[in-house]
């Protein structure tokens, strides 16, 4: 997303940073990978359903064979003792970068809204976490519950 | 399993988690875990963990840990279907709400959703953050790197990919 705001708004120019900034409230509203949203929405405003596709394709293939190529070159050698070493490490690394994301996400709800955010941060914790809910379930239960809550203090 | 049963199996596991994904693949990795760890058996623990390290450090966006899983389960066609099962439903969705976003742009309703959907979010990405630390994490040397890449990325603006490198150096070295 980084490098697309970077190509879209400073390079070429397409559009100026507060349409960007539109197109990205929309696509983080939606499910689903937000550049994927980004280059469907921006495509179809240009040409329509040709237009989102062919920025899809655009978007998708090359990443695809590349990642792809990764895969089988992991699929060879993940199994070596020293391929072994390097990936005990960057999971573990990784690991890590889910746990800040969670800590990026969380700041500003947290901020506006410290008790009712943190009660249904813990309560889809626990739920999918540790007693291992399915997400599905998950999100029925919790998602009307706390779209409710933020519906009244938008009133 | 057929071959055409895994590609079968991979597109319903990854089409039905991907429009579950709000605020991106971290949400829908326990589903994702549930279905290729434990039922489908497709990778193990330890591979899935790899693999979501590869899927972050890759060039594509973070959902191609389907890609990567896709190929464990089924080679060059598993790593096909699955990455369009994740990306194709919610770029349809995108499409159709692209067209109405003029009108819903700034409702009330579309606020209370998008305010009322993070909290929620985070509590799934942590519970991701907790299914990865216990696949990774077995020695205390690797508690302590997955606690300082959580405080290098969620403290400062150093790319986490140095991280990365760092930890893979000492993996290396047989650190862990």
């Given at each position: ?23 990205l409230?929309l ?7 937000n550049?994927v ?7 179809e405003?240009?040409?329509g ?12 293939l ?14 060879r ?9 390097v990936?005990?490490?960057v ?9 800040a994301?969670?800590?990026?996400v969380?700041?500003?709800a ?23 809910w ?6 029925l ?15 | 399993?057929t ?5 079968a ?10 429009l579950?994904?709000?605020?991106g ?13 434990e ?12 693999l ?30 699955s ?5 194709l439903?919610p770029?349809a ?10 009108r ?46 959580a405080?290098?990325a ?23």
């Amino acid at each position: 997303m980084f490098w697309a705001q970077r190509m879209l708004v400073q390079r070429r120019r397409w559009l100026r940073p507060e349409e960007f900034a539109d197109l990205l409230a929309l696509c983080q509203f939606l499910p689903g990978p937000n550049v994927v949203n980004l280059a469907t929405v921006l495509g179809e405003g240009y040409r329509g359903l040709p237009g989102a596709a062919a920025a899809l394709a655009g978007l998708l293939l090359l990443p695809m064979l590349i990642v792809t190529a990764i895969a089988s070159l992991y699929a060879r050698f993940g199994g070596l003792a020293l391929v072994h070493g390097v990936f005990s490490g960057v999971a573990a690394s990784a690991a890590g970068l889910a746990l800040a994301l969670a800590g990026h996400v969380a700041r500003p709800a947290v901020r506006q809204r410290p008790g009712t955010s943190v009660s249904v941060m813990a309560a889809a914790f626990v739920a999918v976490g540790l007693l291992r809910w399915p997400v599905a379930w998950t999100l029925l239960a919790l998602a009307p519950l706390s779209i409710a809550l933020a519906w009244r203090r938008t009133a | 399993m057929t071959a055409a049963g895994t590609l079968a199996a991979l597109a319903r596991v990854f089409a039905g988690v991907s429009l579950l994904g709000f605020g991106g693949i971290n949400t829908v990795l326990p589903e994702i875990h549930r279905e290729a760890v434990e039922a489908a058996r497709w990778i193990t623990d330890r591979q899935f963990a790899d693999l979501y390290a590869l899927s972050q450090a890759e060039p594509g966006p973070n959902s191609f840990i389907a890609t990567l899983i896709g190929f464990q389960a089924a080679g060059v066609a598993g790593a096909v279907v699955s990455t369009m099962a994740i990306c194709l439903p919610p770029a349809a969705l995108a499409y159709l709400v692209a067209r109405v976003w003029g009108r819903i742009r700034g409702s009330r309703w579309r606020a209370a959703i998008q305010a009322g959907l993070t909290p929620v979010m985070v509590g799934l990405i942590t519970a991701s953050a907790l299914i990865l630390i216990r696949a990774a994490d077995h020695s205390a040397a690797a508690f302590a790197v997955t606690a300082g890449t959580a405080v290098l990325a969620y403290a400062t603006n150093i790319n986490p990919l140095w991280a990365f490198a760092v930890a893979g150096l000492l993996g290396l070295a047989g650190v862990f």
